[in-house]
Protein backbone atom coordinates (compact mmCIF):
# COMPACT_ATOMS: atom_id res chain seq x y z
CA UNK A 1 0.00 0.00 0.00
CA UNK A 2 1.41 3.40 -0.76
CA UNK A 3 2.21 5.59 1.66
CA UNK A 4 -0.30 8.86 2.01
CA UNK A 5 0.65 11.98 3.65
CA UNK A 6 -1.93 13.31 5.70
CA UNK A 7 -3.89 16.85 4.68
CA UNK A 8 -2.41 16.36 1.22
CA UNK A 9 -5.63 14.93 -1.02
CA UNK A 10 -4.83 11.20 -2.64
CA UNK A 11 -5.63 10.20 -6.39
CA UNK A 12 -8.83 8.38 -4.96
CA UNK A 13 -10.32 11.85 -3.64
CA UNK A 14 -9.71 13.95 -6.70
CA UNK A 15 -10.57 11.46 -9.31
CA UNK A 16 -14.08 10.93 -7.51
CA UNK A 17 -14.50 15.10 -6.97
CA UNK A 18 -13.34 15.68 -10.76
CA UNK A 19 -15.84 12.91 -11.61
CA UNK A 20 -18.75 14.81 -9.21
CA UNK A 21 -17.79 17.69 -10.79
CA UNK A 22 -18.54 16.07 -14.22
CA UNK A 23 -21.91 14.52 -13.24
CA UNK A 24 -22.86 17.61 -11.69
CA UNK A 25 -21.91 19.88 -14.54
CA UNK A 26 -24.26 17.37 -16.55
CA UNK A 27 -27.02 16.72 -14.59
CA UNK A 28 -26.92 21.21 -14.43
CA UNK A 29 -27.42 21.29 -18.23
CA UNK A 30 -29.99 18.82 -17.92
CA UNK A 31 -31.99 20.74 -15.46
CA UNK A 32 -31.23 23.85 -17.96
CA UNK A 33 -32.66 22.06 -20.69
CA UNK A 34 -35.65 21.21 -19.27
CA UNK A 35 -36.32 24.13 -17.30
CA UNK A 36 -36.85 22.32 -13.82
CA UNK A 37 -34.91 22.06 -10.94
CA UNK A 38 -33.12 23.86 -8.80
CA UNK A 39 -28.97 24.14 -10.09
CA UNK A 40 -28.48 25.79 -6.28
CA UNK A 41 -29.78 22.61 -4.92
CA UNK A 42 -27.62 20.12 -7.18
CA UNK A 43 -24.51 21.68 -6.37
CA UNK A 44 -25.35 22.12 -2.51
CA UNK A 45 -26.46 18.54 -2.22
CA UNK A 46 -22.99 17.63 -3.91
CA UNK A 47 -20.98 19.82 -1.34
CA UNK A 48 -22.19 18.38 1.66
CA UNK A 49 -21.39 14.65 0.17
CA UNK A 50 -18.18 15.81 -0.60
CA UNK A 51 -16.97 17.56 2.30
CA UNK A 52 -18.50 14.54 3.97
CA UNK A 53 -15.95 12.17 2.31
CA UNK A 54 -12.86 14.28 2.72
CA UNK A 55 -13.87 14.57 6.34
CA UNK A 56 -14.23 10.75 6.48
CA UNK A 57 -10.93 10.53 4.47
CA UNK A 58 -9.02 12.46 6.77
CA UNK A 59 -10.11 11.10 10.19
CA UNK A 60 -9.06 7.29 8.74
CA UNK A 61 -5.81 8.72 8.27
CA UNK A 62 -5.47 10.02 11.43
CA UNK A 63 -6.83 7.12 13.08
CA UNK A 64 -4.25 4.37 11.30
CA UNK A 65 -1.21 6.76 11.46
CA UNK A 66 0.90 5.51 14.52
CA UNK A 67 1.61 8.62 17.23
CA UNK A 68 -1.10 9.94 16.52
CA UNK A 69 -4.17 11.77 18.60
CA UNK A 70 -6.83 9.48 18.11
CA UNK A 71 -9.32 11.57 20.01
CA UNK A 72 -9.07 14.06 17.63
CA UNK A 73 -9.67 11.38 15.03
CA UNK A 74 -12.56 10.31 16.59
CA UNK A 75 -14.51 13.88 17.18
CA UNK A 76 -13.37 14.31 13.35
CA UNK A 77 -15.67 11.37 12.87
CA UNK A 78 -18.67 12.38 14.69
CA UNK A 79 -18.39 15.65 12.84
CA UNK A 80 -18.78 13.81 9.48
CA UNK A 81 -21.07 12.30 10.74
CA UNK A 82 -23.02 15.04 12.50
CA UNK A 83 -22.61 18.34 10.36
CA UNK A 84 -24.00 16.61 6.76
CA UNK A 85 -27.26 16.18 8.73
CA UNK A 86 -27.36 19.27 10.40
CA UNK A 87 -26.20 21.16 6.69
CA UNK A 88 -29.20 19.48 5.22
CA UNK A 89 -31.89 20.26 7.85
CA UNK A 90 -30.34 23.95 8.19
CA UNK A 91 -30.96 24.29 3.97
CA UNK A 92 -34.11 22.37 4.25
CA UNK A 93 -35.86 24.58 7.57
CA UNK A 94 -34.97 27.61 5.55
CA UNK A 95 -36.36 26.98 2.24
CA UNK A 96 -33.04 27.72 0.51
CA UNK A 97 -33.42 24.72 -2.11
CA UNK A 98 -35.39 22.07 -3.69
CA UNK A 99 -35.50 19.14 -1.41
CA UNK A 100 -35.75 16.58 -4.40
CA UNK A 101 -32.69 18.90 -5.99
CA UNK A 102 -30.82 18.30 -3.10
CA UNK A 103 -31.15 14.92 -2.92
CA UNK A 104 -30.29 14.49 -6.76
CA UNK A 105 -27.39 16.22 -5.80
CA UNK A 106 -26.27 13.98 -3.04
CA UNK A 107 -26.79 11.03 -5.56
CA UNK A 108 -23.81 12.64 -7.36
CA UNK A 109 -21.32 10.83 -5.35
CA UNK A 110 -21.98 7.39 -6.17
CA UNK A 111 -22.28 8.11 -9.51
CA UNK A 112 -18.69 9.46 -9.00
CA UNK A 113 -17.42 6.67 -7.08
CA UNK A 114 -18.69 4.34 -9.89
CA UNK A 115 -17.21 6.47 -12.79
CA UNK A 116 -13.76 6.62 -10.62
CA UNK A 117 -14.07 3.00 -10.23
CA UNK A 118 -14.28 2.40 -13.95
CA UNK A 119 -12.31 4.98 -15.62
CA UNK A 120 -10.26 6.43 -13.19
CA UNK A 121 -8.87 10.08 -13.69
CA UNK A 122 -5.16 11.21 -13.71
CA UNK A 123 -3.40 7.93 -15.14
CA UNK A 124 -4.17 5.93 -18.01
CA UNK A 125 -6.34 3.00 -18.07
CA UNK A 126 -3.49 0.45 -18.53
CA UNK A 127 -0.90 1.42 -15.67
CA UNK A 128 -1.12 0.24 -12.29
Do not use: K, N
Not at 29 to 54: E, K, N, P, Q, T
Not at 72 to 86: E, H, K, N, S, T
Amino acid sequence: MAEVEVGRPSAFVLSVLGWQVLVLLAATGAMAGFGRGDAAGLWCGGGILAASLVLQRQALLWILRPGRRRWLAIILLVCRLGLPFAAVWIVLEQGLVGPLSLGLGAATLPLAIVGHACYPLGRSVGSS
